[in-house]
T-cell receptor, first 115, second 114 residues
């Protein structure tokens, strides 16, 4: 079964600085990869996904992620963060379930943007 | 209402109570999910329904009982819960099952078991 490791539980960063949130998954077999964001008191919202094709994926709100098969990583990046990016970010990978593929989530990384 | 709604948003219940969580999706989707989100732990998939039939049950204790009367509504019936069941319960829906279909999440129900 797949597992997802988000290496940092919290990442503090100043406004307008770049940020990278790290994500590694356990298996190098063909996978789909996702990043979700959760703002306070809200559900999860899809930021971006990798299904196939280009390894650099662009998402909403200026975020992008790069799929690296050899390192089994899918790190999330933003060149310049805003206060409004403060939220919890979840990396997820597809895995085989009884009915077909399902999502396995990491424990989350809290991004705190400071002014 | 748009998207996925959940009621109540907060619930406090004793270990001997019976309560239900409600989820409604206004997106015309065919698949619905219950997840449990505990502090410092990954999101856990509990149940999956496709076209109102349960297709996955991830070894969830029987004190949690799901019900999907139609493709727009999903319930989670709770009885004789334990304090460790305190968590945020998230409902999600998607057009079909399968990870290439985006899951849309509701805001969750914050459950506290006393």
């Amino acid at each position: 079964a797949q597992s997802v490791t988000q290496l940092d539980s919290q990442v503090p960063v100043f406004e307008e600085a770049p940020v990278e949130l790290r994500c590694n998954y356990s298996s190098s077999v063909s996978v789909y990869l996702f990043w979700y964001v959760q703002y306070p008191n809200q559900g999860l919202q899809l930021l971006l996904k990798y299904l196939s094709g280009s390894t650099l994926v662009k998402g909403i709100n200026g975020f992008e992620a790069e799929f690296n098969k050899s390192q089994t990583s899918f790190h999330l990046r933003k060149p310049s963060v805003h206060i409004s990016d403060t939220a919890e970010y979840f990396c997820a990978v597809s895995d085989r379930g009884e009915y077909g593929n399902k999502l396995v989530f990491g424990a989350g990384t809290i991004l705190r943007v400071k002014s | 209402e748009t998207g996925v709604t959940q009621t109540p948003r907060h619930l406090v219940m004793g270990m001997t109570n019976k309560k239900s969580l409600k989820c409604e999706q206004h997106l015309g989707h065919n698949a619905m999910y219950w997840y449990k989100q505990s502090a410092k732990k990954p999101l856990e998939l509990m149940f999956v329904y496709s076209l109102e039939e349960r297709v996955e049950n991830n070894s969830v204790p029987s004190r949690f009982s799901p019900e999907c009367p139609n493709s727009s509504h999903l319930f989670l019936h709770l009885h004789t819960l334990q304090p460790e069941d305190s968590a945020l319960y998230l409902c999600a829906s998607s057009q079909e099952t399968g990870v290439n279909y985006e899951q849309y999440f509701g805001p969750g129900t914050r459950l506290t078991v006393t």
